[in-house]
């Protein structure tokens, strides 16, 4: 065995092609001057053309610098304000930096916030200002970020402190989860057991929910903000340019409010507050009853929550107790309703006509498309694009939250040092590759307010652990919600670990430096695949097995049963975490393969060389190295490059339930020397074991059918969905 390193083969190394700001996200136009402001860390302004409270946060923001901004009289203000209604885009602004002084031009609060913020992160000291000049205005309307306070509570401090880093991104919304089946969040007034009772569990499930046998913490769990805890947060939010977004889930996800008033359900019977995740089948009862409740509880939530829209969730509704609740064939059989999905829409029909009476508009997420979508309706698309594709196309207002690209909740990255999440994997890359207007005419462009990061905290248990899942892959969200991400990626990431990173450092935010981690990059060649690593920065230095080196290529010269890679990395005296990479060869290393069924946008890697790259998944997955489908039936086919002996060959499955991932249940093998004629050599089922053919063969082609179930099966999480079958590596040896 002979391996080569230190760049023989392919060295990469990363390119500045265009220069990124110290701004973040990056401003639409940037021009350098050669003039200079010295302010030796004192600027002034004139305090009557600033809002009243706008300007203690601005003293603040503004004193984390070590700068005194102070009010001064007009004439000899250091910053010059000029509100202008020539914008074209209200959030616009434009910022001078002169030897006079600086020059800023806004038309409304939101982009005199903006400003200010860019101006923050101007000054990399607190004596003088480079010159420069900034014209500025976001792409899209709507840049949002979801918490989801239910499954873990966070204080008010600590929300406040999550409100400054979204600002200082220009993010403008934030969308508050506040009810689910595990919590209820906020006071209601006329209803005192939604908090009493719905805001507390006695257990909590400790690991992942498809750990068997489960484990639980059993002690009391939750809290709830009270209604003038809310209005400070909401006053609070405003101060610094963002619009909070509240969401009370109906008519599922709702065994918080039926533990507090079990009459809301089908049955009345008394059930706990859940200490699970997943999807339940106890939801809020189609009866008049139950939307009287939820209108009085909207009444106290627009009472508190001033935003134009009240987001009433709609998704992961079971229809298993409507369909069999008198009450509620009663009022599909009163108004003429065929489904349980039309009984879904009239449901959240009735919810909006009450909401558009106290002028506001409903947003749900993408199901209450499902049975007619509500007139006025915005919708919030999670499953994919589509929903948001085919409520535009009905000409309302969409928001794109795709799991694909919008999931923080997430993994990062494969490494074994990543802390528990609830599977799928969303690194930092893939965030900046979103297109939220991506597969849509233009003609329909236009009701795409925007896209939203969402952060599910099922798996994030305190504060640190959602500004981990949050940073930095909030700053590549805010990059394209601003700007459409022009920056190349490259030199996003280069401005990002060298400026943002010390920021959230400053700030005492904890952040993810997955993407840090060398790049593994696989290539075919004659003898079977070769390895490269990618540096993700220009400063990084790897070290592969005590062995120190710049740029880094790993060749596999001849026939290799394994090979192990320990990668250190460093940039400076800052020490990143160890990445180990372990190879295997077989007959198929390197061989491309063909899907009749293509793998999910989400789980494909490495395109044809999915199966045969030598990288074998591992347990517990941390949501890369499988190849995943969402289909129940899964084909592709392995072709050799010529007629070749063999005498076994393997493929592992995973089975995750909690995840909607299950085992299959059958293949069958086929086999064939010209790629036209195969053969069945082996049909199976499965039953616990990995797809396996041990008989002494010669092929060309292999064609691989893998069959699972058509649905997942009434009460398991995920019911009634199609299931996903997720594959490893094809081993094939002699």
């Known amino acids: 065995m002979k391996i080569t390193l230190a760049g023989l083969l392919f060295i990469f190394t990363t390119q500045l092609s265009a220069q990124h700001s110290l701004v973040f996200p990056e401003p639409s136009n940037v021009e350098q001057t050669t003039d200079k402001f010295v302010f030796n860390g004192r600027l002034t302004v004139d305090r009557t053309k600033i809002p009243e409270d706008l300007f203690p946060y601005l003293q603040q923001l503004f004193g984390r610098q070590s700068i005194h901004l102070e009010p001064s009289a007009s004439k000899d203000a250091s910053i010059h304000l000029q509100q202008i209604q020539t914008f074209v885009y209200t959030e616009g602004y434009q910022l001078e930096v002169a030897n006079s002084g600086i020059d800023i031009k806004y038309s409304s609060y939101q982009s005199l916030c903006n400003a200010f913020q860019t101006l923050n992160q101007l000054i990399q000291n607190p004596k003088e200002l480079a010159g420069i000049r900034i014209s500025d205005q976001p792409a899209y309307a709507y840049r949002g970020v979801h918490l989801d306070c239910s499954r873990h509570y966070f204080t008010i401090l600590e929300l406040r ?5 979204m600002a200082k991104l220009k993010f403008n919304r934030f969308h508050w989860h506040l009810t689910d089946d595990q919590g209820w969040r906020i006071e209601i007034k006329k209803y005192p057991k939604l908090t009493s009772i719905g805001a507390w569990r006695d257990s909590t499930l400790i690991g992942h929910f498809s750990k068997q046998p489960a484990e639980w913490d059993r002690s009391k769990y939750g809290g709830y903000y009270t209604q003038q805890e809310a209005k400070d947060l909401v006053t609070y939010a405003r101060i610094r340019g963002i619009e909070i977004i509240p969401e009370i889930e109906m008519p599922g996800h709702a065994s918080a409010a039926i533990a507090a008033y079990p009459e809301l359900s089908c049955t009345e019977k008394q059930i706990p507050v859940v200490g699970t995740w997943g999807v339940f089948d106890d939801v809020f009862c189609s009866q008049e009853k139950t939307r009287s409740f939820l209108k009085d509880v909207l009444d106290e939530i627009i009472e508190i929550f001033p935003s134009k829209v009240i987001h009433i969730g709609g998704d992961e509704c079971p229809k298993v107790n409507w369909e069999k609740c008198p009450k509620c064939q009663s009022i599909m059989e009163q108004n003429n309703l065929k489904t349980s999905h039309e009984l879904q829409s009239f449901f959240i029909r009735d919810i909006e006509k009450h909401v558009n009476a106290k002028g506001r508009t409903i947003i749900g997420w993408d199901e209450i498309l499902e049975g007619g979508l509500a007139p006025n309706a915005q919708v919030m698309s999670w499953q994919g694009m589509e929903g948001g594709i085919a409520a535009a196309k009905l000409k309302h207002q969409v928001v794109m939250t795709p799991t694909s690209y919008c999931y923080f909740d997430y993994y990062q990255s494969g490494h074994p040092s990543e802390p528990l999440a609830i599977g799928g994997y969303l690194p930092l890359e893939k965030v900046y590759q979103f297109d939220p207007v991506k597969g849509l005419e233009d003609e329909y462009k236009r009701y795409i307010l925007g896209a939203q990061a969402n ?30 991400g022009k920056v190349p990626y490259a030199d996003f990431v280069e401005a990002l670990s060298g400026n943002y990173l010390q920021q959230l450092r400053n700030d005492g935010v904890r952040f993810s430096t997955s993407f840090l981690d060398p790049k593994l990059e696989i290539r075919p060649n004659q003898a079977g695949v070769s390895y490269g690593l990618i540096k993700p920065v220009e400063d990084v230095v790897f070290s592969v097995n005590n062995e120190i080196v710049t740029g880094i290529s790993i060749e596999r010269t001849d026939q290799v049963r394994g090979q192990r890679y320990l990668i250190h990395s460093n940039i400076g005296d800052q020490e990143l975490r160890v990445c180990d990479y372990t190879f295997i060869s077989h007959l198929a290393l390197g061989k491309p393969v063909s899907f009749a069924t293509k793998p999910h946008e989400k789980y494909d890697h490495n395109g044809s060389l999915g199966l045969t790259d030598g990288v074998v998944g591992k347990k517990p997955w941390k949501g890369n190295e499988w190849l995943g489908f969402n289909n129940d039936t899964v084909q592709f086919t392995l072709d050799l490059e010529a007629l070749t002996s063999f005498g076994k060959l393997q493929i592992e499955t995973l089975n995750d339930p909690g995840s909607w991932i299950y085992r299959p249940e059958r293949f069958v093998i086929q086999l064939s020397k010209d790629g036209k004629k195969f053969k069945t050599a082996k049909k199976s089922n499965l039953n616990g074991d990995p797809i396996l053919l041990t008989k002494k063969m010669k092929a060309r082609y292999i064609k691989v059918t893998i069959f699972n ?10 019911a009634g969905f199609t299931p996903w079958t997720f594959i490893n590596e094809i081993i094939l040896t002699k």
């Open 161 to 165: 402190k999550f409100i400054d880093q």
């Open 455 to 484: 952060l599910w905290t099922e798996y994030l248990p305190n504060i640190q652990a959602v500004e981990y899942n949050a940073f930095p892959r909030l700053v590549a969200m805010a990059e394209i919600l601003w700007n459409k």
């Open 709 to 718: 179930k058509e649905l997942i099966p009434p009460g398991q999480t995920g």
